[in-house]
């Protein structure tokens, strides 16, 4: 049996016990037999049962102490709330099959093993480009089908060609490695890596206007999330030189599916090759007309269907578990907030916060509302803790602002575990530091300083009562605003009139202002506004027109 000891810490903060016990794990889709033989050698009591109906696995849940999954099983909310589960496992990296909040709710860890799959998704995203390049699913099937057309799929050689990869994590740069060898130019867009660190593997790090024109082939490695949906569209493919082709192996949605369509069509895309789709599986693939289309080459998300892949997503999973089990680490998991309670109740709340201003930051440091549009580098992240009540928490602090900045830009899910590695493996210089001496406003303060190229930039806030969380400081202003759901900031020559006109063009696309703060410093002020919903970039545009306005930017939290 795998056990712990109060004497054993938990990786995940310096002063809490890890308290799992993992007597036994139930493995309810076919998986490698590494798996198996990694947790029984650890002491752990295995059952593999694989199809089981989502009645009878609701029955037979309470049995086990965890369970691993791949994406056959779903793990629903009332599978959970019928279990006594400690971990629930995924071997692999996405976790839509598994009802994270209500596993959050009831302190359940959920891990995934998104590493596992780098390569093989690496070498999908390789083969679909030189797929593209020469042609060949179309002259195979075509010579299958009895037709000699040399002529009809002449290619292109991709040496000396421009290889635009939108997102430079892990996968990223193993597709900018490879495709390197066949002598193809390397260049980028990512939104929180430094140009030094993209220089260190040869690719030239660009903004997005830049990209478009250069692009002879287009790959996406991005998540999926508010501002990578429709990245590529009607207007960004317009922009691409003509022919340009296009891989995506990342998540269906980045790429708009209709206006890629179009753009195969009517020449101005040259090809498309797709492992992943809006709608998985699609509804009815044989009349899809982009699926059908000659120039266009699917696949059905293969990007992690390896032998290899599944050995190590199997291997890795099983680790985790045991790791976690014997106070080693927590590795992997996904759920901040699991992973948060064994906090203590006094820390929650300065957890939370602090995740929410590394997502703040995040949200505003791309195309900030306090700077121009232009996209300005991001040097460097310090993350003060100031007063007796936060001492000695300054590295979990860190850990939750890095957590909810990268888990908003990039797609390798991030935790209080892993969010130090990760920023270092994407070359963010970050710091910290505690400042024993009180506030001059409030008793304890977390506060982001973020330097850019452009200057730094302060995002500060407090909890006080009963864990109310406060946003106090943006930049040179102060404010006292509750860091929750839709907001707006925009910033003005302090003038009569323009709150009026504001709160008039949010009343005009009906959208409620539940709450409003103001800052002045000099002849400027900063509002912040929390609204009933989602304030979208058109109406932001809109305020952006008002007399004074210069600039405005909504952000969710």
């Not at 064994?342 to 997502?359: E, F, I, N, Q, R």
């Not at 009963?466 to 040179?476: A, E, F, H, I």
Request: with cysteine.
């Amino acid at each position: 049996m795998v056990s712990t000891t109060k004497e054993r810490q938990s990786s995940m903060s310096g002063d809490v016990d890890d308290l799992l016990d993992l007597k036994s794990v139930l493995i309810s889709d076919p998986i490698d037999p590494i798996c198996v033989q990694i947790l029984e050698q650890a002491g752990v009591k295995v059952t593999c049962k694989s199809k089981v109906p989502p009645a009878e696995l609701i029955k037979i849940i309470p049995e086990y102490d965890g369970i691993i999954v791949r994406s056959g099983t779903t793990v629903t909310k009332e599978v959970i709330e019928a279990s006594n589960l400690k971990i629930i496992g995924r071997a692999g990296t996405g976790v839509d099959n598994i009802d994270v909040p209500a596993a959050t709710k009831k302190g359940i860890i959920v891990m995934n093993t998104p590493g596992g799959n780098t390569l093989s998704a690496a070498e999908h995203t390789c083969a679909l480009i030189c797929s593209l390049a020469r042609n060949i699913p179309q002259a195979n099937m075509a010579l299958k089908q009895g037709r000699w057309d040399r002529k009809k799929y002449m290619g292109n050689e991709l040496n000396g060609k421009t290889l635009v990869i939108l997102g430079l994590g892990r996968i990223g740069r193993e597709v900018a490695t490879r495709m390197q060898a066949f002598g193809m130019v390397t260049i980028g867009y990512d939104p929180i890596l430094p140009k030094e660190v993209a220089k260190s593997f040869n690719v030239e790090l660009l903004g997005l206007e830049e990209l478009w024109p250069r692009a002879d082939f287009i790959t996406v490695h991005t998540p999926l999330i508010a501002a990578t949906r429709g990245l590529l569209n009607d207007e960004s493919m317009a922009k691409c030189k003509k022919g340009f082709q296009i891989v995506n192996c990342a998540r269906g949605g980045i790429i708009d599916e209709a206006a890629l369509l179009r753009a195969v069509e009517s020449g101005q895309c040259g090809g498309a090759a797709l492992d992943v789709f809006e709608e998985e599986p699609p509804a009815d693939p044989a009349h899809n007309a982009l699926i059908q289309n000659d120039k266009v080459v699917v696949t059905p998300h293969l990007g992690a269907s390896t032998e290899e892949a599944q050995a190590k997503v199997a291997r890795e999973i099983a680790d985790q578990f045991v790791d976690a089990a014997n106070g080693r680490a927590v590795n992997g998991s996904i759920n901040a907030v699991a992973i948060t309670h064994a906090l203590g109740t006094k820390m929650k709340p300065w957890v939370a916060l602090a995740s929410k201003l590394g997502l703040l930051t995040a949200q505003l440091i791309l195309g900030s509302a306090f700077t121009k549009a232009e996209q300005k580098e991001l040097v460097r992240i310090k993350v003060l803790v100031q007063g007796k009540h936060v001492q000695g928490a300054a590295k979990t602090l860190t850990s939750a602002v890095l957590a909810g900045l990268l888990n908003h830009l990039q797609s390798t899910p991030v935790n209080l575990v892993n969010a130090f590695d990760l920023a270092s493996e994407m070359g963010i210089n970050v710091s910290s530091e505690s400042i024993l001496d009180q506030h001059a406003v409030y008793q304890n303060v977390v506060t982001v300083r973020v330097l850019r190229e452009d200057g730094e930039h302060d995002y500060a806030g407090t909890v006080f009562g009963k864990g109310q969380q406060r946003l106090t400081t943006v930049d040179n202003f102060a404010f006292e605003v509750k860091p929750e759901g839709a907001m707006v900031f925009y910033r003005n020559e302090d003038r009569p009139g323009v709150l009026a006109q504001v709160s008039k063009t949010l009343f005009e696309h009906h959208i409620n202002i539940a709450d409003f703060n103001m800052g002045r410093e000099g002849r400027e002020a900063l509002t912040i506004i929390n609204a009933d919903s989602h304030v979208s970039d058109e109406v932001c545009e809109q305020i952006r027109q008002i007399d004074f306005v210069t600039h405005c930017r909504s952000i969710e939290l």
